[in-house]
């Protein structure tokens, strides 16, 4: 090879290594949580395996449609007695023992949003009975409340909204009326239109604030006001559970916008999978008006045990 073919062939492999070194600084990395690095970049071979973060918001051009979605948008207020639930309580106050009882659900209908995350709208049915039994007379039938609802939730971020519709009726137990002939029972109901906000300042607490009025009643007057907390696990917690505190007061313009005072503390459980509800169970104080609506201008002072299963 003669001395010009050779310098020809050096400058060629010059260029070839200067065009290449300007295209791979020209290629942008993949960003964090791109799956091609989350596997490990073979060219690359000081880049991190790292894992995609699970996502906080979604873009609208990719949400979806889902009929009977999992998880929930705006959960039920723990220290809230009436709303539908799975419980049973042990309580006491002047008047005897009773076990207060819950039997409740609730369903998603259909959600607009990304799959797996809390974000979007959601419609919720919720329906369910809270019974008061007493334990003095063979747990006789003290009182049954039938409620169900009708929601619409909003999500984003750590602000979520509800509004929608409840219905409330409160009866009087069969046994109670046998044992009481005299008492003259009312017909306690309510038809409410619900409007509530709550935000998490954090993963694990949430602020809450709602305002209700009925456009149809009878004994009820229309407006009523909740304000509360929950504090407790944010994510699963396998068998050990966590801790969990709770506080609801609930305003209602009968008892001229006196009402009740209710709060718990104890342990908590969450499943893994994102429609699992919240276990619970631990002490609790309720003060001021009965949750029986029968009775509601009735003042109890109920300390006692209770377990929990929330939606």
């Known amino acids: 090879m003669d001395a010009p073919q050779l310098l020809i062939r050096c400058l060629a492999l010059t260029a070839l290594l200067q065009f290449g070194s300007e295209f791979a600084v020209a290629q942008p990395l993949p960003p964090p949580g791109d799956p091609f690095l989350a596997q490990g970049d073979p060219f690359l071979p000081s880049s991190p395996v790292q894992v995609p973060p699970t996502p906080t918001f979604v873009h609208p051009s990719n949400w979806v449609w889902q009929v009977r979605p999992n998880g929930t948008l705006y959960h039920t207020y723990w220290a809230n007695p009436h709303e539908p639930r799975l419980a049973t309580h042990t309580l006491g106050d002047e008047d005897g023992t009773f076990q207060d009882s819950s039997i409740g659900g609730r369903v998603g209908i259909v959600k607009f949003g990304p799959k797996g995350i809390d974000q979007g709208f959601q419609l919720d049915v919720l329906g369910g009975a809270k019974l008061r039994q007493d ?18 939730t909003w999500a984003d971020g750590p602000n979520r909204w509800k509004f929608g519709f409840y219905h409330v009726s409160a009866h009087v137990g069969d046994e109670f009326l046998a044992f009481n002939p005299g008492f003259q029972r009312i017909d306690y109901f309510r038809d409410t239109l619900v409007l509530g906000y709550s935000h998490n300042p ?21 407006w009523e006001i909740q304000l509360g907390f929950d504090y407790g696990p944010a994510g699963p917690t396998g068998p050990w559970g966590a801790p969990f505190a709770a506080a609801n007061v609930h305003l209602r313009e009968e008892l001229n916008f006196g009402g009740t005072l209710g709060m718990q503390l104890g342990w908590a459980w969450r499943g893994e999978q994102m429609g699992d509800g919240v276990l619970r169970t631990g002490l609790f104080v309720n003060e001021g008006a009965t949750p029986h609506l029968s009775f509601y201008r009735q003042s109890e002072t109920q300390v006692g045990w209770g377990l929990w299963y929330d939606y």
């Open 202 to 222: 954090f993963p694990e607490l949430r602020l809450y604030g709602e305002v209700g009025w009925a456009f149809h009643t009878n004994v009820s007057e229309p």
């Open 135 to 152: 334990w003095t007379n063979e747990m006789s039938v003290y009182a049954a409340d039938f409620r169900y609802d009708i929601l619409g």
